[in-house]
Nanobody, 111 residues
Framework: QVQLVESGGGLVQAGGSLRLSCVAS????????LEWYRQAPGKQRELVGA???????NYAESVKGRFAISRDTAKKTVYLQMNILKPEDTAVYFC?????WGQGTQVTVSS
């Protein structure tokens, strides 16, 4: 069983930044990609981006150039750095690895 715990969410003004963390209970990152998703109220969960086992990253078009995913394998942690936040980025953010999901962390961007 793998446990994922997100943190770092909060309330921020438009144009601000937040860094989310996803801590895994075991070292998983070099096995398979870890993905970040988000779900806004009344909307389907959508893929934000991912970091592959080789460290390469990819992002949804809506966040490309503003968000960046990185990892610290020693800390078993993946980060989602979010810059130039917009109100439409408001959502619960989740990390996912295989079929394992974290509990999510709320990000609210005020205009």
């Amino acid at each position: 069983q793998v446990q994922l715990v997100e943190s770092g969410g909060g309330l921020v003004q438009a144009g601000g930044s937040l860094r989310l963390s996803c801590v895994a209970s075991i070292d998983i990152f070099r096995v398979k990609a870890l993905e970040w998703y988000r779900q806004a109220p009344g909307k389907q969960r959508e893929l934000v981006g991912a970091i592959a086992s080789d460290g390469s990253t990819n992002y949804a078009e809506s966040v490309k150039g503003r968000f960046a995913i990185s990892r610290d394998t020693a800390k078993k942690t993946v980060y989602l750095q979010m810059n130039i936040l917009k109100p439409e980025d408001t959502a619960v953010y989740f990390c996912k690895w295989f079929g394992f999901w974290g509990q999510g962390t709320q990000v609210t961007v005020s205009s």
